[in-house]
């Protein structure tokens, strides 16, 4: 029997309904905000996401799905390298969305010199060779925004004034969301903080991890987010980053504070929040859905570079990208739910097949009006019909018999109270409607 590829789900019924509900809530408040949808390629060249999320971090390292065709795939056996392989040979599942977007934003000129800024929102599935578990999926689903061209501490605040208010929307209490706030300064600060911290790494090096001790030359602020309990307990002492930030990140990071209080949002400050990949620049940010255990539910932050590395010109950018799967595990532990009820229908059933074709009329009368209808096509009795038509959820149920169809009338059963009405076809559609209203 043919079975999913572990650490994959499908979207069927109530998780269906859960996911489209979340972008539902992201079309419309993210909207609010000035942001419009983009669908980007699964598939992207290597390089896309090599340039942004940074050959040093796992993603790239040791999660990212990588891409051929069978005939290129033989030709790698053979050669036992992709030393002769183009860079649009190169290809890889998308681990994360804002690589992907800024590529997009680039190749099209969507922010162009002097242009008011490029404000997205995306709700797509991401790839990772992760090994599964509970909130770590191979194939996951986010929703996220990017906002290119603003360099304004105000759009780092209105990104998690909205995102904050996204969670509000989605069910959680503020109470029970933790925000977490962080600068990693930038070009200017940033490089000399790095060396502080290598220096640390190398200092403590018979206490560090292996990969800490790869990442030190690579990049040391990366040990910050070591899953190793010692090297946590260890880089506890290291040079944090805002005791580093040269004047413009540190006037920066004030006025994103000043916005948040504000606004009356409430967060913690955390010198040792980095986040996960290469491209973050001045402010970081994360929220994790305290007591739900399944850790972060979102984050993000400014990446002032990305666009340079992914061949644009100097194009200043802030995003955020939150979970489906976490959010629906957070909520769940919370005793809350994404999914709503199962929408309700009506029912057209009748008595026997003589009247199919009046069946067959009303269903189609009723779907033109966009009221959700359904049938029998398996030449059910009337009674089983009605079991079907309980089963289904259906508030209402119109039924054909043959005096029905003769007076050129239906009649009208409401499912809950057993009240029956005969409504003449022609008013069919109009009356449904204004019941169920």
């Known amino acids: ?3 999913r590829i572990q650490g994959t789900e499908d979207l069927y019924g109530g998780y269906m309904r859960a996911w489209q509900h979340m972008q539902d809530v992201a079309r419309e408040l ?59 040979q190169r290809m890889a599942m998308r681990p994360e969305g804002t690589a992907g977007v800024v590529r997009a934003v680039v190749e099209h000129n969507l922010v162009p010199q002097g242009a008011a800024p490029a404000k997205l929102w995306y ?3 991401m790839f990772r060779g992760e090994r599964p578990q509970k909130g770590r999926l191979r194939q996951f689903h986010q929703v ?56 640390f790494i190398l200092d403590h090096a018979d206490e560090m991890c292996e990969d800490c001790l790869e990442r030190a030359e ?28 040269c004047d413009d990140c540190a006037a920066h990071y004030a006025q994103v504070k000043r916005y948040l209080d504000e606004a009356g949002v409430a967060y913690v400050e955390d010198p040792t929040l980095v986040r996960g990949l290469d491209y973050y620049t001045r402010t970081v940010f994360e929220i994790e859905a305290v007591g739900a255990g399944v850790g972060a539910i979102g984050g993000g932050g400014r990446y002032d570079g990305l666009v340079e590395l992914e061949g644009g010109k100097p194009t200043p950018g802030i995003g955020f990208a939150v979970g489906f799967e976490r959010i629906a595990l ?3 532990a919370q005793g809350a739910s994404l999914e709503g009820d199962e929408p309700s229908c009506v029912y057209v059933a009748c008595a026997g097949s003589e009247q199919r074709d009046a069946v067959f009329s009303a269903t189609l009368a009723l779907r033109q009006a966009n009221i959700r209808t359904e049938a029998d096509y398996q030449g059910r009795s009337l009674k089983s019909q009605f079991k079907q038509a309980d089963k289904l959820g259906a508030r209402l149920c119109v039924v054909f018999g043959s005096d029905e169809v003769e007076a050129g009338v239906a009649t009208l059963r409401d499912m809950e ?13 109009t009356e449904v409607a204004a019941r169920l209203a």
């Open 144 to 199: 996220g925004v990017e906002w290119l061209g603003a360099p304004d501490a105000a759009a780092d605040a209105e990104c998690i004034i909205m995102l904050m208010e996204f969670y509000k929307r989605l069910g959680f209490e503020a109470k029970d969301l933790r925000l977490s706030i962080n600068s990693m300064g930038d070009a200017a600060c940033r490089p000399a903080y790095r060396e502080k911290v290598r220096a």
């Open 1 to 3: 029997m043919a079975q």
């Open 30 to 88: 993210f909207g609010a905000y000035g942001f419009d949808m983009i669908e980007t390629p699964a598939i992207e060249q290597v390089d896309t996401f090599v340039h942004g999320i940074g050959e040093s971090t796992d993603v790239v390292r040791k999660e990212m799905f990588r891409v051929v065709s069978g005939a290129l795939f033989q030709n790698l056996l053979e050669a036992g390298n992709e030393d002769g392989l183009k860079a649009k």
């Open 417 to 429: 109270t057993h009240e029956q009405v005969q409504v003449p076809i022609a008013d069919l559609a």
């Open 330 to 332: 957070a909520l769940a």
């Open 218 to 245: 690579i990049n040391p602020l990366r040990a910050f987010d070591c899953k190793n309990e010692h090297c946590h307990e260890v880089m506890a002492a290291a040079p944090l980053a805002n005791d580093n930030l």
């Open 123 to 125: 709700a797509s599935p």
